[in-house]
C-alpha cells in the first residue's frame, strides 16, 4: 500500500469516527422538516389549481417552487429508506410511505435500489442499478455505428435532463425491472404500491375537474423528475470521478471521490435537504440530511478529498459521456474524436 493510499484511509477512518456521532436522528428537527416540507406543498399544490385558469404562467412559476418542495419531501423518503431521520422503524416506514405517494416514487422498491447504489456506486459491472448508464471508452468503440448513434442520443441533454427524467418518474418507477433475486422478492410491494397510487389519482379525479388535476400534477411531478435527475447526475458524473471493476473496486474511494460536494447557497441546500453534501451522505448514509451541513463544519479539512462544484461549473459536467479508463476521467464526445484521430483509440 502506497504512502497516499495509506493518509486517505486512514484520513477517512478518523472521519468515520466523527460523523458517526452525527447518526443519532432528531425527533424536534425531523417534525419541523415534515410540517416545513408538507404544508406548504400542499398549499401552494392548492393555489396552482385555482389559478391555472387565470394565470398559466404565473401557475408555472409556483409549480417550479412546488417541485423544489417535493424535492424536500422526497429527500425525507430517501432518509426513511436508509433506515435513518427517526429512530422508529415503524415511524420511518409510516413516514417514508407518505412520502412515497406524494413523490410518485415506490418506497420499498425504491429504497432496495437505492441501496444497491450505495454498495456498488463506481463499480463498472453494475452500471444499470441505480445509476445513469455509462460506457467506457474501450466499450464505445467496440459498438456499431447504430449503437453509438443510440447512445449518444441517450446522453444528448434533451434526453438526459428532460426526457430521461419523465420516462423515470412516470414509467420506470412502476416497473421491476431489476431482475436481481433479492428484488424480485419486493416485486409484490411494487404492484401494491401502483395499486394505491393509482387509486389516489383516480379518486381525486372524480373529487377534481380531473383534466385540471392532471395537468398540476403532472407539471409539478415533471419539474420535480428534471431537478431530481440533475442532482443525481452533478453527484456521479463528474470529471475526476471513481470507476473501478469489482476486482479493484473500494467503498472509501467509491463513497468520497465518486461523490461530488455541491457547494449551493444556502436556500438550495435547504430545498434539497442539504444532499448537495454527497460525499459525506455516501460515507455515511446513516446520518439524517438535517445533521449533514454540521457534518461539513466539524470536519472541514475532509472536503479536499472530494470534487467541490459551484453551479456554473457544474454546467460543464453535461458534456461528460465516456469514462476513460487510462485516464480516469469522464471525457466528451469531442475528445473522444481526438483520441481516435491520434489512433489512440479504433474507429
Same mark, same amino acid.
Given at each position: 500500500?502506497?504512502?497516499?493510499?495509506?493518509?486517505?484511509?486512514?484520513?477517512?477512518?478518523?472521519?468515520?469516527?466523527?460523523?458517526?456521532?452525527?447518526?443519532?436522528?432528531?425527533?424536534?428537527?425531523?417534525?419541523?422538516?415534515?410540517?416545513?416540507?408538507?404544508?406548504?406543498?400542499?398549499?401552494?399544490?392548492?393555489?396552482?389549481?385555482? #389559478?391555472?385558469?387565470?394565470? !398559466?404562467?404565473?401557475? /408555472?412559476?409556483?409549480?417550479?417552487?412546488?417541485?423544489? %418542495? +417535493?424535492?424536500?419531501? &422526497?429527500?425525507?423518503?430517501?432518509?426513511?429508506?436508509?433506515?435513518?431521520?427517526?429512530?422508529?422503524?415503524?415511524?420511518?416506514?409510516?413516514?417514508?410511505?407518505?412520502?412515497?405517494?406524494?413523490?410518485?416514487?415506490?418506497?420499498?422498491?425504491?429504497?432496495?435500489?437505492?441501496?444497491?447504489?450505495?454498495?456498488?456506486?463506481?463499480?463498472?459491472?453494475?452500471?444499470?442499478?441505480?445509476?445513469?448508464?455509462?460506457?467506457?471508452?474501450?466499450?464505445?468503440?467496440?459498438?456499431?455505428?447504430?449503437?453509438?448513434?443510440?447512445?449518444?442520443?441517450?446522453?444528448?441533454?434533451?434526453?438526459?435532463?428532460?426526457?430521461?427524467?419523465?420516462?423515470?418518474?412516470?414509467?420506470?418507477?412502476?416497473?421491476?425491472?431489476?431482475?436481481?433475486?433479492?428484488?424480485?422478492?419486493?416485486?409484490?410491494?411494487?404492484?401494491?404500491?401502483? #395499486?394505491?397510487?393509482?387509486? !389516489?389519482?383516480?379518486? /381525486?379525479?372524480?373529487?377534481?375537474?380531473?383534466?385540471? %388535476? +392532471?395537468?398540476?400534477? &403532472?407539471?409539478?411531478?415533471?419539474?420535480?423528475?428534471?431537478?431530481?435527475?440533475?442532482?443525481?447526475?452533478?453527484?456521479?458524473?463528474?470529471?475526476?470521478?471513481?470507476?473501478?471493476?469489482?476486482?479493484?473496486?473500494?467503498?472509501?474511494?467509491?463513497?468520497?471521490?465518486?461523490?461530488?460536494?455541491?457547494?449551493?447557497?444556502?436556500?438550495?441546500?435547504?430545498?434539497?435537504?442539504?444532499?448537495?453534501?454527497?460525499?459525506?451522505?455516501?460515507?455515511?448514509?446513516?446520518?439524517?440530511?438535517?445533521?449533514?451541513?454540521?457534518?461539513?463544519?466539524?470536519?472541514?479539512?475532509?472536503?479536499?478529498?472530494?470534487?467541490?462544484?459551484?453551479?456554473?461549473?457544474?454546467?460543464?459536467?453535461?458534456?461528460?459521456?465516456?469514462?476513460?479508463?487510462?485516464?480516469?476521467?469522464?471525457?466528451?464526445?469531442?475528445?473522444?474524436?481526438?483520441?481516435?484521430?491520434?489512433?489512440?483509440?479504433?474507429?
Amino acid at each position: 500500500m502506497d504512502i497516499e493510499k495509506e493518509e486517505f484511509i486512514s484520513k477517512v477512518k478518523l472521519a468515520l469516527k466523527t460523523l458517526r456521532t452525527y447518526q443519532t436522528p432528531d425527533h424536534k428537527k425531523a417534525i419541523i422538516q415534515i410540517l416545513n416540507s408538507f404544508l406548504p406543498f400542499l398549499g401552494i399544490w392548492v393555489l396552482i389549481y385555482f #389559478l391555472w385558469d387565470y394565470s !398559466i404562467a404565473l401557475s /408555472l412559476i409556483l409549480a417550479v417552487l412546488n417541485a423544489f %418542495f +417535493l424535492v424536500r419531501i &422526497f429527500i425525507i423518503q430517501h432518509d426513511c429508506g436508509h433506515q435513518t431521520f427517526v429512530s422508529s422503524d415503524r415511524w420511518r416506514k409510516v413516514i417514508g410511505y407518505t412520502c412515497s405517494l406524494v413523490s410518485s416514487v415506490p418506497y420499498f422498491y425504491w429504497a432496495k435500489s437505492h441501496h444497491f447504489h450505495h454498495m456498488n456506486n463506481g463499480m463498472l459491472e453494475v452500471r444499470d442499478i441505480g445509476d445513469i448508464d455509462t460506457l467506457t471508452v474501450e466499450e464505445y468503440s467496440r459498438l456499431s455505428r447504430f449503437k453509438k448513434i443510440m447512445y449518444r442520443i441517450y446522453r444528448s441533454p434533451i434526453v438526459m435532463f428532460f426526457f430521461g427524467p419523465l420516462y423515470y418518474i412516470f414509467i420506470h418507477n412502476r416497473l421491476p425491472l431489476v431482475n436481481l433475486k433479492e428484488f424480485k422478492k419486493l416485486n409484490w410491494t411494487l404492484y401494491v404500491n401502483n #395499486l394505491i397510487y393509482a387509486g !389516489i389519482i383516480v379518486g /381525486l379525479c372524480f373529487v377534481l375537474d380531473w383534466k385540471k %388535476f +392532471l395537468m398540476v400534477h &403532472f407539471v409539478i411531478l415533471s419539474l420535480f423528475a428534471i431537478i431530481a435527475i440533475w442532482f443525481f447526475y452533478i453527484q456521479h458524473q463528474h470529471e475526476n470521478g471513481y470507476k473501478e471493476w469489482k476486482n479493484r473496486w473500494e467503498f472509501m474511494y467509491a463513497a468520497i471521490k465518486g461523490s461530488t460536494y455541491y457547494k449551493l447557497p444556502a436556500i438550495m441546500n435547504w430545498f434539497t435537504g442539504n444532499i448537495a453534501i454527497h460525499h459525506i451522505h455516501h460515507l455515511n448514509p446513516a446520518i439524517p440530511n438535517y445533521h449533514l451541513k454540521d457534518c461539513v463544519k466539524s470536519i472541514p479539512w475532509f472536503n479536499k478529498y472530494t470534487t467541490e462544484l459551484g453551479f456554473w461549473e457544474s454546467l460543464k459536467l453535461a458534456s461528460h459521456k465516456l469514462w476513460d479508463e487510462n485516464q480516469k476521467r469522464m471525457i466528451t464526445f469531442r475528445e473522444y474524436r481526438q483520441m481516435v484521430k491520434s489512433g489512440l483509440v479504433p474507429s
